[in-house]
């Protein structure tokens, strides 16, 4: 079987989608891995599609560049959501985004093509109308609702997870969502942080209902396509892993613990331009 | 007395400085205004200084280049911050920033210089410690007490401004201020929209203190730079109001009631790209 040890390249607006980079590392340890957040631009959520598309063939054009990488993972649902094409134009490798991961996750969960199926993202993310489009394309039936849920974002990065304030928040956006529900989607990398609180909250308003994370479904994701086109690395016990920040290392830095997984410092994270070129 | 009719310039981050150019219009009803939001590279408060510096004088030269005005508004917390000095010293033109007249005008709502101050603002906002310098160099010997409270802008923009979760949210943040506060300043051109829950948690946990809203301050100090240096505009009953963002006129138009105080449609709203030059 061949192999390739070049770096599998991830990239977000800012430091949510290292919670898609930890699922890959659990999934794939072997992979060294590069990833990119955009933090000098981020957020992405309020900004016009043209523009997203501009930054996210700038970071994908700079990960191939100075990485060299094999795959790319766009970790952000605001890009999958309306840049993936360009992105697949635009690049002579395999690129993987977490909408139809996080879309066949939920069909996964509810058994049924015409089950309620909720979805909680940024505001750019549910006008894109993405994931009921998504789920539509995989045969879903039923009703599809996407919700914007700003405050998570804050919420995650302050480490506000649990007590009231989240709780409430959860609940005042829960309600926006049918009673039939049967689950959502947390279509935002930055929700996980969140989905304990955001369980417990459904729990009471929607009892029937459960929580789908995509992450763990876009590493089965990448892990498919790494071995169909015979691009996984070589078994190795200590891959690297790069972390480049457009801005504000220190931010990275102080979120990696709740975001990653684990403690990275400042000095460990490299301040990089992204390639303007787009 | 001479008059000189050329636009006041206001420019933020975001949206957030709506609040002050809607001061000024109330204290200014003559002179014509021209606003900058620079929504593509919204927000300002998580990056770092270098970053910031460089995209208020992008910000600042557009302005000038292309609407010719005689004093320039920085009605952006983080910016004044930051970035006043480098400002003054690029530009022909007067600039008057946020911070100084918040700071003048808690001292003046305490009446004493040694009564203890809190101030909420961004998380660049506080780690800058402008509040606090700004507040000793006006005589201030009372310790002043400056908290990140990021969650009021996300709660600004989705029109959460009262029920429990902004009192929960403020009640939280209020917390970290010592208990013989004073006067608390809303460092941040967001938060104004929060002033009465933010009053009605403070009367809860700091029944001596009251809210000190900068921007007023902020129209007063223009008024007295125009009429020091003749540059007030002549008598105008319909003064010419120009907006202009960076990114999404559609978001600026529907925050504009809520901010600035009345309905301005997408179409009403500039889109241009800032001067790259810095």
Redesign the interface.
Known sequence: MPHDQRPIGVFDSGVGGLTVLRALQAALPDEPTVYLGD?????YG???AA?VVRYALNNARTLVKRADIKLLVVACNTVSAVALDALRQDLPIPVVGVIEPGARAALAAVGRVDAGIGVLGTAGTVRSGAYPRALAQRGHTGVATAVAA??F???A??G?TDG??PR??AA?YLQALPADVEAVVLGCTHYPLLAPVIALALAESHPRARVVDGAAATAVDVTRVLDEQGLRAPSDTHPTHRLFVT??PE?MARLSRAFLGREVSAAQIELIDVEMTA
């Open positions: 933090t000098a631009r981020v957020p309020t900004r016009s523009t700003p405050l974002v804050p919420l990065e302050e506000w009231d304030v409430l928040v005042r801005d504000s931010q």
